[in-house]
């Protein structure tokens, strides 16, 4: 059994989509939650939590779900504070809900590598780029996350700031991009007709 709790980071203001629940929003008929819970099957990991600001009792559907204590929409550094705080596992693994096909087997690779390091926290790097939304924390992290709202609220600053490992993963197959514009949603379509 996994020590390692998975949490979707579903509090977005869907601001460049009308202000849409990303989450709950369709690619291919089915809502973009769902495909990352489908992806997180292919994981090890002892459980989900979602972390939302709105539509809760929809989210309730698929998973636990919990808030996040910022008011407003405090970004995604308030969703890993709330989720850092409920979690019951050692580890937590962040995965954005707007990311519907991740590559398989990046938390195992995150874990491994931090678990060599003896650190703990580790982020994806793909392609020289640093995706902070897959990361994998030790929840000893909690206090210093809290901490983080008060100040510059960036996850990637935060990131530095506690020296997270920066794990290059360019060579699993899957797509780390984020869904946030009509176009992009229309390009997913696409590329998921032509899989089929």
Request: overall charge negative; charged content about 15%.
């Amino acid at each position: 059994m996994s020590d390692t709790t998975v949490a979707i980071l579903a509090g977005g203001q869907g601001s460049r989509l009308g202000g849409i629940d990303k989450g709950l929003a369709l690619l291919a008929d089915k809502p973009l939650i769902e495909w990352v819970l489908a992806a997180l099957e292919w994981e090890d990991h002892a459980g989900v939590l979602i972390v939302a600001n709105r539509h809760l009792a929809q989210y309730r559907h698929h998973a636990t779900t919990i808030s996040d204590t910022a008011s407003g929409h405090a970004g995604p550094m308030a969703g890993i504070s709330a989720a850092l705080t409920t979690c019951q596992t050692r580890w937590m693994a962040t995965v954005p809900v707007d990311c519907p096909t991740p590559p398989r087997g990046w938390i195992s690779r995150l874990r491994k590598a931090v678990n060599l390091a003896n650190g703990d926290s580790a982020v994806v790097v793909a392609g020289g780029q640093r995706q902070p939304l897959f990361a994998v924390y030790d929840i000893s992290l909690a206090q210093s996350a809290a901490a983080q709202l008060t100040g510059d609220a960036g996850v990637a600053n935060w990131q530095a700031q506690i020296g997270s490992l920066q794990v290059d993963l360019s060579d699993l197959p899957g797509d780390w991009s984020n869904l946030n514009t009509a176009r992009d949603f229309r390009l997913a379509e696409e590329r998921l007709r032509a899989i089929e």
